[in-house]
């Protein structure tokens, strides 16, 4: 037995918002991603440099290498994700290029969390007590 009901299902009550969050803004966040990625990644290249345990880190990651290696792999994922979503945007698979968004906007804000995360224990480390 189906019920009836005047009211609006949870889908339809945001027909209305849904052109304002068009595709042209997640275009945007792709290229943001992508712009961001690069310029991390040139940033990287003359940030001060330490040698530790064999390899070359960045002063921030001094004290823990394994964070900055993570890092480098987040920045990756969100840079081939943000480009995977626009190049298969042209192809009109949808799902795919949502998949391809959502893990470069996961990835582009887990290794936020990341430099966040090491410069606050370098700041942490080097301040006086």
Not at 18 to 37: A, E, Q
Not at 56 to 73: K, L, S
Not at 84 to 96: C, E, N, Q, Y
Request: with cysteine; net charge positive.
């Amino acid at each position: 037995m189906e019920s009836v009901s005047s009211e609006l299902s949870l889908q339809e009550s945001f027909l209305p918002y849904s052109d304002k969050v068009g595709p042209s803004n997640f275009f945007f966040v792709c290229l943001m991603i992508l712009f961001i990625s690069s310029a991390t990644t040139t940033i990287l290249m003359v940030f001060p440099q330490v040698k530790v345990e064999g390899g070359v880190v960045p002063v921030i990651f001094r004290d823990r290498p394994a964070y900055y290696h993570t890092f480098v792999v987040c920045i990756v994922l969100a840079f081939t994700g943000a480009y995977s979503a626009l190049v298969i945007r042209r192809k009109r698979k949808p799902k795919i290029e949502r998949f391809c968004r959502i893990y470069a906007m996961a990835s582009m804000l887990s290794a936020l969390a990341i430099v966040l995360y090491a410069a606050s224990l370098w700041f942490v480390v080097r301040s006086p007590p």
